[in-house]
């Protein structure tokens, strides 16, 4: 008995996690979109300029590994 009240604090507790994640996510005031599973240029775009130094390492790395 005592163990099915210790479950059950536990999916309670677990639930309101989820309800006021999700409360706090809605009101958060940013806009919500849909993803279409489509990559979008301008998330690209701003991907690679995020990560340039590290692309450019690895286009140097990769270069020294095709010389041999």
């Known amino acids: 008995r ?12 677990f639930v309101a996690l ?7 996510k809605v009101t958060s005031g940013h806009m ?3 993803y279409d599973h489509q990559p979008r240029a301008t998330a690209i775009a701003r991907w690679i ?3 340039a130094r590290v692309l450019q390492r690895l ?3 990769l270069r ?3 010389r041999g």
């Open 2 to 13: 005592s163990r099915n009240l210790g479950l059950l604090v536990v999916l309670l507790a």
């Open 59 to 61: 286009d140097s790395v």
């Open 18 to 24: 989820v309800f006021g994640l999700s409360i706090a």
């Open 64 to 66: 020294r590994m095709q």
């Open 49 to 51: 300029t995020a990560n």
């Open 32 to 34: 919500m979109v849909g």
